[in-house]
């Protein structure tokens, strides 16, 4: 109770239903894939492109955490989610493929911002041993957004349309990003913030990465070895959340048969799942800690353990009963947020304060490159071998994104 009435998780709530705007807005398109799809002619291979133009634009998250380092986060961010959530209304007016690809690369431009606040949040307001807890709750922030956008998408085509859907989720963001401007600021400056919290922060945070240099170089970092460590495997375990939110939809219409209603009931529930990973993540971190495994250690275990659990996504496509197939989707989802959040709050465990949210959309690059080729890959060739080559794919990634993270990723000194 003493923990939850501290002023700084107030501010990683708020910044939690960012993140479950961000993650409903870019999964409404893959949960109406299938009825889009029919009703404007689109072909799997045209899809194909349309999700690889969000992950082009994702993948320009080095810029935005360059703007977002360089001007802070209440007004760069702000900026930010308004500008998705213009984009993501003006779906509702998209017709044909090269209208919504357009539109989806610009989505992912403005997205992108969504991971490289995070982490320069949680440098900012947070003691180290609590950075792992708090980037698992705000990540379960994508998973509930996921969560949300099966039911929202079917009530709206009950409703009116499926471009009613985009409407909603951008019309919340509008207001959000309103609400954020006038109530965040940074620790040193926020009036609600005590001086005995303040305190207990800054205390709490490794003297060497206060460090500041004028700007953040991009040059530099990409120079360093630890930003490899952690980006390569993000190159290698994020196609994962590309399959779930873009393509498990239209894999349960065409592989397995769900109508709408059907996936409004089922497609959430990996999504569930990697709510529970995000906690799981962290908790393992804490645990090995608490038995003397240092901080990069104990996130290097995290991950390897998330690993080994996605080895269960290699038979999703194998699986005879559409069940099985989804609590191995289940497991994926789960394991995915497991190594996903310890991989991605390691950026603010390396880099200085003033570069954590460069570095954190540079790996952030490197994670939706793994998305876009995955997804040009799964639409040119699902026609023609199925889904079953993909799943054990994705089953054996994350194994040597593993390997990675223990060769690159150096313990500071």
């Known amino acids: 109770m003493r923990l939850l009435m501290k002023f700084r998780w107030t501010?990683?709530?708020?910044?939690?239903?960012?993140?479950?705007?961000?993650?409903?807005?870019?999964?409404?398109?893959?949960?109406a894939a299938?009825?889009?799809?029919?009703?404007?002619?689109?072909?799997?291979?045209?899809?194909?492109?349309?999700?690889?133009?969000?992950?082009?634009?994702?993948?320009l998250q080095p810029i935005a955490?360059?703007?977002?380092?360089?001007?802070?986060?209440?007004?760069?961010?702000?900026?930010a989610v308004?500008?998705?959530?213009v984009v993501t209304m003006a779906h509702a007016f998209a017709n044909g493929w090269l209208g919504f690809a357009a539109l989806r690369g610009l989505l992912g431009l403005a997205e992108g911002s969504a991971q490289p606040a995070g982490q320069k949040l949680i440098a900012e307001w947070f003691p180290a041993r609590e950075r792992g807890l708090a980037g698992g709750i705000y990540n379960i922030g994508a998973s509930f957004g996921a969560v949300f956008a099966p039911p929202l998408v079917a009530w709206a085509v009950m409703t009116q349309s499926w471009r009613l859907a985009f409407v909603i989720a951008g019309g919340i963001g509008m207001l959000w990003a309103l609400i954020w401007y006038l109530y965040y600021n940074i620790p040193a400056k926020h009036p609600r913030l005590s001086g005995e919290e303040r305190a207990y922060i800054l205390t709490g945070q490794e003297a060497r990465l206060a460090q500041r240099t004028a700007r953040?170089?991009?040059?530099?970092?990409?120079?360093?070895?630890?930003?490899?460590?952690?980006?390569?495997?993000?190159?290698?375990?994020?196609?994962v959340w590309g399959m779930l939110s873009f393509w498990m939809p239209l894999y349960l219409a065409r592989e397995r048969g769900f109508d709408l209603?059907?996936?409004?009931?089922?497609?959430?529930?990996?999504?569930?799942?990697?709510?529970?990973?995000?906690?799981?993540g962290p908790a393992v971190v804490t645990f090995l800690q608490r038995r003397g495994i240092d901080l990069i250690d104990a996130r290097r275990w995290a991950f390897t353990l998330g690993a080994l659990l996605m080895t269960g996504m290699a038979f999703v496509g194998l699986a005879t009963n559409p069940y099985a197939a989804i609590a191995l989707l289940c497991l994926g989802g789960f394991a995915h947020q497991t190594l996903s959040v310890t991989v991605i709050t390691m950026a603010s465990d390396l880099f200085n304060r003033n570069e954590v949210a460069t570095a954190a959309g540079m790996a952030g690059l490197a994670g939706n490159l793994g998305v876009l080729i995955f997804s040009l890959l799964l639409g040119q060739m699902v026609d023609q071998v199925g889904y079953v080559p993909f799943f054990i794919l994705l089953g054996v990634l994350d194994l040597v994104g593993a390997v990675l993270l223990w060769t690159l990723v150096r313990k500071p000194t």
């Open 11 to 31: 501010i990683i709530g708020l910044f939690v239903g960012a993140m479950i705007l961000n993650y409903m807005a870019r999964s409404i398109m893959g949960v």
């Open 65 to 79: 955490g360059y703007f977002l380092d360089s001007i802070g986060l209440r007004i760069g961010f702000a900026i």
């Open 216 to 239: 953040p170089s991009i040059w530099a970092l990409a120079r360093r070895r630890d930003l490899w460590g952690i980006a390569l495997p993000r190159l290698l375990a994020d196609p």
């Open 82 to 85: 308004a500008a998705w959530s």
């Open 261 to 280: 209603t059907q996936i409004a009931l089922f497609a959430w529930l990996p999504f569930l799942a990697a709510d529970l990973g995000c906690l799981f």
């Open 34 to 59: 299938p009825v889009i799809l029919t009703e404007q002619a689109i072909t799997t291979v045209e899809y194909g492109w349309i999700t690889g133009a969000f992950q082009l634009g994702v993948m």
